[in-house]
């Protein structure tokens, strides 16, 4: 029943297009490339300079430092922001920034995203923190994105669900924009691809009270990023 | 050189001094300017409403006056971009047509393109102390992609002093049959028109094309304010043009 | 497609004697009209930029069968359901269907244009489903029991004093007018809505053939909310709303976000490529996307098929002056502006929507300003003269075009014609202005003067004067 409603549907398509049923069709190489120029004879270093400036614009502080620094960075952010809670992915990442030890020296209260934990208890405590800290994939220097692939350990509320939102980002993970980001996203269908994938550019904001802008009406209102120094 | 006027409807019935400043202002540069009689109007309110077969009529007609015709010279951005844009498509199912459709294309040109970029005009020589704002019609800049030309003309005019117009992209309410099927509609869009003409405190408005001049210059009227409205060809000419 | 009380005209009117709407409509076009010139002069080749994406659409839709094909095999290969939505009803059944079978209580959504359409809101609400929409712009129209009067802003047509009203009653307290007040208050609110809801309803900005995604956009983060919270997901897709790959995906999202509000991006972008994975403990366990053609094949293969281009930006809204005074409400249909104007009579038919056509002075605006370059204001003239062929236009007006078409194309009948005018309509006039005319002449005096036609025409003058004096 159900796959005769689909081929109806695209028998349809095809008859008001005037030609037969097409199938697996694939897109023309596009010559055009529009976006080279932003970015073609930028240096790495330009492309980090990039990104930490359009964050800049979004309300969105960079802090860019060595891992030994990381520590003293984070007590920064936990200060700004008033912190005395937190939720954070299981990711070897962060853990290798130590990260429980030094939430626990700043006597935060905090909690990992673990997919072994009750699945409803996570999501009310998650709802009720200070803050979500996720270490990102890439980072889009364009736009100052930050792009999560999420799942498992991973958890997408994390970044959304708390009021504030602290990211952790590799150097080495800056690409100039989404055309990189989405490149590497398609070569990664073939081998499946999470259930879930964000691109986040600064804090939710809204206009939708006289165009007056909003910080924090859904997702966080305040976002802050850590760069990690290539070493 | 040899040019032809197309005069346009609206500048023959309602406005033909304009038709005579734009002769004047060719002549002054040594154009010799014919007028084909057989013209009539280019088509474009039949087209705009939809009647696309009378359209063809009045097309066919523009075509065959000026068949013998090298160049054609319009004071109409919105008639010029009526035979450039929608001529060739008019007579898609008609081969034979539609190259003379191109052709007639081809050697049209509104009155400023004209004089920079056919005639170079690097010296104008008039006089006009006013102070001007001017107006983009739609047709002239989106259409042809005609915004700087005009200016450039007229910054060269002596003691006339051009301010820019806020929102200068924003049509005035024209739209030929619009003006009057939807005119509640376009009455706001030319008050709103007019109160932007007035933060320039300008004296004269200029244009290039009589459609949208008609409208604003009519409401201007129906208002009762001073603000004198004028095509680019009468600032060439009644400033004494050479 | 609309229930909308009142006639064309009379809608115009209303929005026109609209004092909220006369402040509310220069200032929210000028703020994203702005936003979006300033993105294309950051980007300064965005004609490269609109060709391609215009390339990358027109392709889709040529080949729309077999993306759809690959999309929803995609699909259901990741664990998802697939349900295609012919007309408006077969969508509410799908939808409401599922709500049954999940006996559901709550449902939020997130904004979706073709939720609009099929006014699934409704039918959810006769089912004793509690339903609500977490746009914050869309709340508050839920709350004023209104419908979106803007692509992208819905609520513009709204006060914050209107707002506060409205909140401050649901609140049960007396709310500021402040914006951060009544943010956080939706905050709050929405929150909790959020974390009770049985389902998520989303639309679909694009759909991504290759890995069976649904894109979704957002500044305000509802749709991640709307996508991840509750445990089933229904994305609602009208069926040209999908690219090949991610690397189409680039393009247009880059456009959409740049032509709406200016932004280089959204906050967020997120693509939902299946229901949660077995190691995962958050997003829906069961994703269900529906694809809607409700009128649109019809579209496919006509003059009018580069209108399915669309990417919902909202800015031929934002550069239109018709829209700029009369708002979205005007228009009456789901979609306003000039792609409203263009889209609406195809999905509604010309008996209900004889007038949007008309409802533009064709000055291209909107076609210069869309990021895919539909010829919009070419197709309202295609529009009109569809009209004109299936004989839809008023008596008096085809005899007038009649006359036209022969006096144009026969010219003594033409000159003779210049000749009168003058005298012809000389007991109209007084002092060289008529100020009240007869018929269609009525329109436009009612609004500015008509000079009276010239005593010597143009052609006249040429006659006696003009030319012997050539050299």
């Known amino acids: ?231 | 050189m040899k040019v032809s006027l197309f005069i346009t409807c609206l500048a023959d019935v309602f406005y033909p001094k304009v038709g005579m400043n734009v002769v004047e202002v060719l002549r002054s540069y040594g154009v010799e300017v014919d007028f084909p009689q057989d013209q009539t109007c280019c088509g474009q309110p039949a087209f705009n409403s939809g009647y696309h077969k009378e359209a063809r009529e009045s097309a066919r007609q523009l075509i065959k006056a000026f068949a013998d015709s090298p160049m054609v010279v319009t004071p109409s951005g919105s008639c010029a971009s009526m035979i450039r844009h929608y001529y060739p498509d008019l007579f898609k199912d008609e081969p034979e047509w539609k190259e003379r459709a191109i052709e007639l294309a081809d050697k049209t040109y509104e009155f400023s393109e004209f004089l920079v970029h056919v005639l170079k005009v690097e010296d104008i020589e008039a006089k006009f102390p006013a102070h001007a704002t001017y107006h983009h019609s739609c047709h002239m800049s989106r259409g042809l992609g005609l915004k700087g030309e005009p200016i450039k003309l007229l910054g060269q005019v002596e003691d006339l002093e051009m301010e820019d117009l806020p929102y200068c992209n924003d049509c005035c309410g024209f739209g030929g049959t619009f003006a009057a099927k939807m005119s509640d509609i376009s009455e706001k869009m030319v008050d709103e028109k007019i109160k932007n003409i007035e933060t320039t405190g300008a004296d004269v408005l200029i244009g290039s094309d009589m459609g949208c001049l008609m409208n604003i210059g009519g409401r201007l009227r129906r208002l009762g304010k001073e603000v004198r409205v004028m095509h680019v060809a009468e600032v060439l000419a009644e400033g004494g043009q050479k | 497609m609309s229930a909308h009380p009142l006639i064309f005209n009379e809608r115009v009117d209303k929005a026109l004697a609209d004092p909220i709407l006369k402040k509310a409509l220069p200032l929210t076009q000028d703020r994203l009209r702005g936003g979006r010139i300033n993105a294309a002069e950051q980007l300064g080749n965005v004609e490269e930029w609109r060709e391609l994406a215009s390339q990358i659409r027109s392709h889709t839709i040529a080949n729309l069968d077999s993306y759809l094909e690959e999309l929803v095999t995609n699909v259901r290969k990741n664990g998802g359901h697939v349900h295609f939505a012919a007309t408006s009803d077969d969508a509410v059944e799908i939808i409401t269907g599922i709500a049954k079978e999940k006996n559901a209580k709550s449902v939020v959504k997130s904004k979706s244009m073709v939720s609009e359409e099929v006014h699934i809101n409704k039918h959810l609400e006769d089912m004793g489903i509690k339903v609500v929409e977490s746009d914050l712009g869309e709340y508050i129209i839920q709350l004023a029991n209104e419908t979106p009067s803007h692509l992208i802003a819905p609520a513009i047509h709204k006060t914050r004093e209107q707002v506060r009203e409205m909140f401050s009653k649901v609140a049960g307290r007396q709310l500021s007018d402040e914006t951060t007040e009544l943010t956080a208050f939706a905050r709050e609110k929405l929150r909790q809505e959020f974390l009770q809801a049985d389902i998520g309803i989303s639309g679909c900005n694009f759909a991504v053939a290759e890995s069976g995604s649904v894109v979704l956009v957002s500044n305000e983060g509802n749709a991640r909310l709307t996508t991840t919270v509750p445990k089933v997901h229904i994305a609602m897709m009208g069926m040209e709303r999908i690219v090949p790959t991610w690397n189409e995906l680039d393009m247009v999202v880059s456009m959409l976000t740049r032509s709406a509000t200016g932004q280089k991006i959204s906050v967020y972008v997120t693509g939902i490529n299946s229901p949660r994975q077995s190691e995962d403990s958050d997003g829906p366990e069961e994703f269900h996307l529906v694809i809607l053609d409700n009128g649109r094949s019809n579209i496919l293969g006509t003059a009018y098929q580069e209108a399915l281009n669309c990417i919902r930006c909202g800015a031929c809204l934002n550069v239109c002056p018709v829209y700029r005074h009369i708002g979205g409400h005007a228009y009456g249909g789901v979609y306003s502006g000039p792609i409203g104007a263009v889209l609406t009579p195809l999905l509604g038919g010309y008996e209900e929507w004889l007038e949007l056509p008309y409802a533009s002075s064709l000055c291209g605006a909107c076609s210069e300003a869309c990021p895919v370059k539909i010829p919009l204001h070419d197709l309202l003239i295609e529009h009109r003269k569809d009209e004109v062929e299936m004989g839809l236009t008023p008596f008096s007006e085809k005899m007038a075009f009649k006359g036209f078409g022969f006096a144009t194309s026969h010219p003594s009948v033409y000159e003779t014609a210049v000749k009168l005018a003058h005298s012809g309509m000389g007991f109209l006039a007084k002092d060289g202005v008529i100020s009240k005319g007869p018929g269609m002449l009525g329109g436009w005096t009612d609004v500015r003067d008509l000079p009276q036609p010239a005593k010597q025409s143009f052609r006249e003058w040429w006659k006696k004067e003009g030319k012997g004096r050539n050299q």
């Open chain 1, 1 to 231: 029943m159900d796959l005769k409603k689909q081929e109806d549907f695209l028998n349809n398509i095809a008859s008001k297009l005037g030609r037969p049923r097409r199938s697996g069709v694939e897109p023309p190489k596009w010559e055009s490339k529009p976006y080279l120029h932003l970015y073609e004879g930028k240096s790495h270093e330009e492309l980090i300079e990039d990104f930490i400036t359009n964050l800049g614009q979004l309300n969105t502080k960079v802090d860019r430092i060595s891992r030994d620094q990381f520590a003293a960075s984070l007590g920064n952010v936990i200060q700004d922001f008033e912190v005395r809670s937190t939720v954070y992915w299981d990711d070897e990442a962060l853990d290798s920034l130590c990260l429980s030890d030094v939430l626990e020296k700043n006597q935060i209260d905090a909690f990992r995203w673990d997919p072994n934990e009750n699945e409803e208890e996570m999501k009310q405590r998650t709802a009720h923190v200070d803050l979500g800290i996720v270490f990102a994939d890439l980072g889009l220097a364009e736009t100052g994105t930050v792009v999560l692939f999420n799942g498992g350990g991973r958890g997408r509320l994390v970044s959304l669900l708390p009021p504030k939102f602290l990211c952790i980002l590799s150097e080495k993970d800056i690409v100039p924009r989404l055309t990189q980001a989405v490149q590497k996203v398609h070569e990664r269908v073939s081998e499946g691809l999470p259930a879930c994938i964000n691109f986040i550019t600064g804090p939710s904001r809204t206009g939708d009270i006289e165009m007056d802008l909003a910080f924090g009406v859904h997702g966080p209102g305040k976002v802050h990023v850590i760069l990690l120094k290539d070493e």
